[in-house]
């Protein structure tokens, strides 16, 4: 089934591509879905990496899951997806130097444990951190996935500027896992990605569907996964959206012959319009990273239906367009979990991204950026 329209994208190519090449590459996509008001253009700057044993104040350094930027600071927000395992769950402050042409360096300045409602570091297992957003008076938004199979429910978490607990949001109906697994979250397939809408809604993302919305992605065939609004000062759900995730793009080439695609992050370009990132893996290939301008407007609502696929509604999905395709960049991308918008030394707005290394000898703290010039506001 086809849910989204495309539109045209051109990749220019200024000069034979290399990784980091000062000016190499410019992104435009003019008309998204067919809304010039919508435009894009973005220009690529480069990318940086940091050693997989990187440390901080003697704790490994990795998993970044999500990204965002504080405009008071200047500095990045950076959450490890570390389940408390190899130190107490965290967020990290960030100093990106981007020059134009180039990612200079990526500095760690501090680390932010995060705490439960008991005002103690969460328990290894407990939690699985995975998107966070700078919300008002300094406090933290941060997503935890949770785990269907321990029966621990996704959810959406509130920090103050120290990581205590502040609040949690509600868990939509439907959304809990389900001993009998026909319904609610799949294990490490929930609360992926977070957006702060300029209103000052939120709009949580999962990676995929929920039991009970189908499959996952396949090789023919994508999935459904539901956007789920919030009321920031409630912290109950208002709305959600089908966010229909295209198939997986590559079939795996070695043992142990798996792939995926799912939702690994989103974030907001103004009240309906988001980017959304799909990550794919595939055994013996590696990563393929997209990124989609997605709009809300006009999609139906569906947080009170019990299921997307054995429904007699008729259901309007999210709309969305590609804007990047790393690989037919000629980049090689890792893990990418995160993006931030944010700025550069010159003040030019920029777009970084930011891959989950997995604690593993053969992934990498990899860092993008792009400048922007132009997107919606």
């Not at 967020?91 to 042409?101: K, M, R, S, T, V």
């Not at 550069?344 to 707005?349: K, T």
Request: net charge negative.
């Amino acid at each position: 089934m086809q849910w989204f329209a495309s539109s045209a994208l051109a990749v220019l190519f200024s000069a034979p591509f290399a990784s980091g090449m000062e000016g190499a590459t410019q992104i435009r996509m003019p008309c998204p879905m067919g809304d010039c008001s919508a435009g894009v253009s973005l220009n690529y700057i480069g990318e940086y990496s940091l050693p997989w044993d990187t440390q901080f104040d003697g704790i490994p350094f990795g998993g970044i899951s999500g990204l965002d930027f504080d405009p008071a600071t200047g500095h990045y927000w950076a959450i490890s997806d570390d389940r408390s395992q190899k130190a107490p769950a965290r967020i990290y402050e960030l100093a990106i130097d981007i020059q134009p042409g180039q990612i200079r360096r990526v500095d760690v300045v501090r680390t932010i444990t995060l705490k439960d409602r008991n005002g103690q570091p969460f328990a290894a297992g407990s939690v699985d951190p995975e998107s966070v957003r700078r919300g008002p008076n300094n406090q933290f938004y941060w997503t935890s996935e949770g785990s269907a199979r321990a029966g621990l429910p996704s959810v959406v978490r509130v920090a103050d500027n120290n990581g205590a607990w502040v609040r949690e949001f509600s868990v939509p109906e439907g959304f809990a896992p389900a001993a009998d697994r026909q319904s609610g979250i799949r294990d490490n397939l929930a609360f992926e990605g977070l957006a702060v809408l300029p209103s000052g809604d939120l709009i949580a993302g999962m990676e995929t569907s929920l039991r009970q919305d189908g499959s996952i992605a396949r090789l023919t065939s994508g999935s459904l996964a539901r956007f789920v609004r919030y009321d920031a000062r409630s912290g109950q759900p208002t709305a959600a959206y089908t966010y229909p995730v295209s198939p997986v793009p590559q079939p795996a080439l070695r043992p142990p012959y798996s792939n995926d695609n799912g939702v690994s992050e989103v974030i907001a370009l103004d009240d309906h319009r988001l980017l959304v990132i799909e990550r794919s893996f595939a055994s013996g290939y590696g990563a393929t990273i997209k990124v989609f301008m997605a709009d809300i407007a006009g999609a139906t609502d569906v947080l009170h239906l019990s299921s997307l696929t054995n429904t007699s509604q008729r259901i309007t999905p999210i709309r969305k367009s590609q804007l990047i395709d790393f690989r037919a960049m000629g980049l090689v991308p890792d893990n990418i979990e995160s993006v931030a918008l944010g700025r550069a030394a010159d003040g030019s707005e920029v777009l970084v991204f930011a891959s989950d290394d997995n604690f593993s000898v053969h992934q990498k703290n990899q860092f993008f950026a792009f400048k922007i010039e132009q997107r919606p506001h």
